[in-house]
């Protein structure tokens, strides 16, 4: 008798801001003074259940187009 359990596993990136008040940067992608800065996830998922956190890391964040840059030496961001 064979049966079949499904296993469901996989990777959940989440994004949250850092701070709830923060100054205002302009996209480079959209002109819109909507970017600010973010804490990015991944944890590694059970049935749904976050288990592990697989990476973290600061970046810059636009809440209208979602162009994304890395935090820091490297990153992109333009002040108001």
């Known amino acids: 008798m064979f049966f079949c359990i499904p296993i469901l596993v996989g990777c959940q990136t989440s994004v949250k801001p850092d701070s709830p008040e923060q100054v205002a940067h ?7 003074a909507s970017v600010i800065a973010a ?9 749904f259940i976050p288990l592990v956190p697989l990476s973290s890391k600061h970046i810059w964040l ?7 840059s890395p935090h820091g030496p490297g990153g992109t961001r333009h002040r108001l």
């Open 39 to 47: 804490r990015q996830k991944t944890w590694f998922e059970f049935f």
């Open 26 to 32: 302009i996209c480079p992608r959209c002109n819109n």
């Open 62 to 68: 636009c809440t209208i187009c979602q162009w994304r």
